[in-house]
């Protein structure tokens, strides 16, 4: 469904499983910034009713892209022309009741404000925002460790430990206690990483040292997110030598590691400057909740 035709204009198009093809080119022009939406078109083949992808296209051609969650929450405006992220933002707004109470925009700093900027002016406001740097480290290029063949894939028999630490760490990163505010989505979530695997866990005899997921995978690069040590364990070199185990993996399967971090994260942009990462692009992330 395009709604512009006008030469030069930017129209909004509704993508599906005929724009495959194309989807994918605009997003491979960086494979490592875009894994978690091209993670998702190789999942869904852009049919995922629960899912919305829209194009701003200008003669034609790509120059935006948005993925709306329906389940997830999960908004992604990608693309730099500024006409386009502006429809993308607009499309957006008109949207809203497509996606949950509670949702996230997530994606360049450029990107996200177009659209944060558009739902201000509506009168919504985010509940937390973050600017952030999205980081990198390509196959062979960590730094040297100590292997660690501790460090497991998370099983249901951990259930309780991951639902406690993540909500610890969702406090610490969020502002939020999701046991409080979402207890049975968040009990969902916890499922699911018991049962899909992409939690990973490294245990000694004082508990847990160290947890981190893996959020998107594809044959160009891995996303890893919810990195976390508890305080009390912190500054003893665990969540080093665990993320770099976990990189290490990654890069067996994928050309890159990256991930996003808070940008007045000191503690955390140093151990990811020490593993060998570097800053690729601005990133940003606003979280909402809207009026039931």
Not at 28 to 48: Q, T
Request: net charge neutral.
């Amino acid at each position: 469904m395009t709604i512009d035709h006008r030469a030069g204009a930017v129209a909004l198009d509704h993508l599906g499983p005929a724009n495959l093809v194309e989807t994918f080119g605009f997003l491979d022009r960086d494979p490592v910034l875009n894994v978690y939406p091209l993670a998702l078109v190789l999942r869904d083949a852009l049919a995922r009713p629960q899912d919305e992808f829209w194009a701003a296209r200008r003669d034609g051609k790509i120059v935006g892209l948005l993925h709306l969650g329906g389940q997830t929450g999960a908004v992604l405006p990608l693309g730099d022309d500024a006409d386009g992220l502006r429809r993308l933002a607009e499309c957006t707004l008109r949207r809203l009741s497509f996606l949950p109470r509670r949702f996230q925009v997530i994606g360049s700093r450029e990107a996200v404000r177009a659209l944060t900027g558009c739902l201000r002016r509506a009168g919504i406001g985010p509940r937390l925002s973050r600017d952030q740097l999205y980081m990198s480290v390509e196959r062979g290029g960590l730094r040297p460790f100590d292997r660690l063949p501790e460090l497991r894939q998370a099983t249901p028999e951990d259930y309780d430990l991951l639902h406690a630490s993540g909500a610890t760490l969702r406090l610490e990163e969020l502002e939020e206690d999701p046991r409080l505010d979402d207890p049975a989505g968040y009990a969902k979530r916890v499922e699911a990483e018991c049962r899909d695997g992409f939690t990973h866990l490294w245990l000694d005899r004082e508990g847990l040292c160290f947890r981190a997921s893996v959020s998107a995978l594809t044959p160009e690069a891995a996303q890893v997110a919810g990195v976390y040590t508890a305080p009390e364990r912190r500054n003893r070199g665990l969540a080093r030598r665990g993320l770099s185990e976990l990189c290490e993996r990654l890069l067996e399967k994928s050309r890159a590691a990256c991930l996003f971090v808070n940008d007045f994260n000191a503690p955390a942009l140093a151990l990811y400057r020490r593993l060998g990462l570097e800053v690729r692009a601005e990133w940003a992330s606003a979280f909402y909740i809207t009026d039931p």
